[in-house]
Each structure stands twice: as C-alpha cells, then as structure tokens.
C-alpha cells in the first residue's frame, strides 16, 4: 500500500455511472490474444479482481465456463449486474462485493486471474499471494492496462483532441493541487513494479503481449465529461457543492476547443502481462 494513504470506500464512489462512457476500451483483438495465450476453450473459470462495471469480464465471458468479478463499490457490481443481463451471459457471471483483501470464503479455485488496472489500489503482496493459492495449478495471473509509453496524436483526425491539460488544471483549481484518492491525497500517485510483488509471491514470468491500438476513435462532449468523472481523483462527490459549478466550467472550456461538441482520440493499444502459477 501506499505510505500515508489508506484505501475507503469512497474511493470510486459515484463513478461507476459514468465509466462505461467515459473510459476508452481495451485494444480490439485483446479477447483474441488471451485465448490464444491461455489457451482458453470456453471451459475454465475466471475471477476479475476490481472489476469495475465488469469490462473486462464480459468481454471475455465467452472464453470462461464461469466468471466471478470482485469490486468493493455497490455501484460497480450494479452496473456490472446490469451488463451480465444485456449481454446474456447472467447464467454463467458471479458478482462479489468485497475487497480484494477479504474475499469470502467458498470462491473454488480459478484457471485465470485477471487486475485490469487495478492492482495498484490493493495490499499487493497480500493480494498476490491469495491469488497463488486460488489458482489452479498452471494456472495464469493476468495483469492488463493501456500501454503508458505509447504516443498518440490526432494527426490527419477531424476533430480536435480534448484539452487533457487545461481539464486537469481546471480539477486542479476546484480540488487542489495534490491528488484527491477516497478521502485521503496521493501526492506521489500510486505504486508501479507488479514484476517484483508476482515474483515474490511465487509466480514464474512475465510473458507480455501488447494489442495493438491506434484506431481513430470520436468522442463527444458528454463522453469527455463521463471520463472525468469516472476517474478516482476527479469523482463526482469530491466537489461536493461545487459540482455543478465544475461541470459547468468544464463544458466551457469543452465547447472553447470544439464548438462541434466532438472529439478525436486514437485508441490505446493494451497491454498484457501473464504470469504463471507454476506447481513447487
């Protein structure tokens, strides 16, 4: 965990409405790339640590006999519940609501499990090593994220792209200067190094594999504004009364940088870093 910081419950409090909107997808071909690297025949089980409104999960419900996805957030596991049922696939989903580092008893035992750009809010070491003792023998841990190193432009795009840093100024100048995290600051952001915290619980990796990204993508002004709120630093209830006052600044400056109301992104590509629990 993060020295000084400790994980509650408000952390994504109110966000999950918004996610599904806001957040950009994973790469397309990611479904693809894990079957072919876990060999998955559509009969395993799959537990999602952090899943957020289920992402991840659904997407890949169809490689996975059962899926069992763990979020701490009631909103999380709602819209998660939600989006089992639209995609037909509630017969086969388990939702957990639980943390991380207190999962229930009675869960069995896994083929894969998956932190889709969650891990670093968790007890890390502890976490890892419960999932060694969740994981089926050969089984695979996943971690998957964007590529943070990739450079994306609008180049040759027909809108322009949202003002990322006049947005987080404009965060800035309602909540702060330092990182909002819950009701807690993170001024040095959240930890990096996974390798180390699988390597020490006992994993044998990585194996990396990267989805290639790059497509063109248009966003609007409402889908900019979701991806704002949706993030844990920028959460709705951190404004408190101020939020309208955000919003409305926000789409201000919005509307300065496209009067169209639309923007251009470029799709990340993702990331997929595998670690196996190999037996001894």
Not at 14 to 29: D, V, W
Not at 182 to 202: K, N, S
Not at 224 to 242: I, K, R, T
Request: proline letters at 6%; glycine letters at 14%.
């Amino acid at each position: 965990m993060v020295d000084g910081w400790e994980w509650d419950e408000t952390l994504f409090s109110g966000t999950a409405a918004y996610y599904q909107r806001g957040r950009l997808p994973y790469a397309p071909g990611l479904a693809d790339v894990l079957a072919g690297a876990l060999k998955l025949d559509g009969r395993g089980r799959l537990i999602d640590m952090g899943c957020g409104p289920g992402t991840l999960a659904l997407s890949l419900a169809h490689l996975f006999g059962e899926i069992v996805d763990v979020d701490p957030d009631g909103g999380m596991i709602a819209e998660a519940g939600r989006g089992a049922a639209e995609a037909g696939v509630t017969g086969k989903a388990r939702w957990v609501r639980a943390r991380a580092e207190d999962l229930p008893a009675g869960l069995g035992t896994f083929t894969v499990a998956a932190f889709a750009q969650s891990f670093h809010w968790m007890d890390r070491d502890l976490v890892a090593a419960d999932m060694r003792r969740l994981l089926q023998p050969g089984g695979a841990l996943v971690h998957v994220s964007d590529v943070k190193t990739q450079t994306r432009t609008t180049d040759g795009l027909p809108y322009p792209a949202a003002p990322c840093t006049a947005m987080e100024e404009l965060v800035r100048r309602y909540l702060g200067p330092v990182r909002r995290a819950g009701r807690g600051l993170l001024p040095h952001g959240t930890p990096g190094g996974e390798a180390a915290v699988f390597a020490r619980a006992g994993f044998s990796g990585p194996e990396r594999r990267v989805v290639p990204g790059g497509q063109a993508l248009e966003r609007t002004c409402d889908d900019v504004v979701a991806g704002v709120f949706s993030m844990s630093f920028s959460a709705p209830h951190l404004f408190g009364a101020d939020r309208d006052g955000f919003e409305a600044d926000l789409r201000r400056l919005l509307r300065e940088v496209s009067p169209s109301g639309r923007f251009s992104e470029r799709q990340p590509s993702t990331e997929v870093v595998v670690w196996r629990n190999s037996p001894g």
